[in-house]
């Protein structure tokens, strides 16, 4: 079983920049490709990001490009999404989420690849 704590979100003016943590226990993730995605209420769960176990790479949403990064620190089992130029529509709840499988097809995007998510935290971009 593995258990993840997302934090840093908040209330942000557009254009404005939020760094948001997933701290992973329970089970090391380091072999996992990690994601981030997003919700707003009567909408589907939308992919943000995703990054593969080394971290080197990376795969973004086309309406993140540019302005989110992901990373992680496998040694402290933690992955991270620094987020600049905010919006108004990036305004949801950012969950992160664990890959189902080590070495699984790249990138997964779609949300049933995932195994393991945690309960979200909420980011508000004011205009």
């Known amino acids: 079983q593995v258990q993840l704590v997302e934090s840093g979100g908040g209330l942000v003016q557009a254009g404005g920049s939020l760094r948001l943590s997933c701290a992973a226990s329970?089970?090391?993730?380091?072999?996992?490709?990690m994601g981030w995605f997003r919700q707003t209420p009567g909408k589907e769960r939308e992919f943000v990001a995703t990054?593969?176990?080394?971290?080197?790479?990376?795969y973004y949403a086309d309406s993140v490009k540019g302005r989110f990064t992901i990373s992680r620190d496998n040694a402290k089992d933690t992955v991270y999404l620094q987020m600049n130029s905010l919006k108004p529509e990036d305004t949801a709840v950012y969950y992160c989420?664990?890959?189902?499988?080590?070495?699984?097809?790249?990138?997964?995007?779609?949300?049933?690849?995932?195994?393991?998510w945690g309960p979200g935290t909420q980011v508000t971009v004011s205009s």
């Open positions: 989420a664990v890959d189902r499988t080590i070495g699984s097809s790249w990138p997964q995007a779609g949300p049933g690849s995932y195994g393991y």
């Open positions: 990054i593969k176990w080394g971290g080197v790479l990376r």
């Open positions: 329970g089970r090391t993730i380091s072999n996992y490709a």
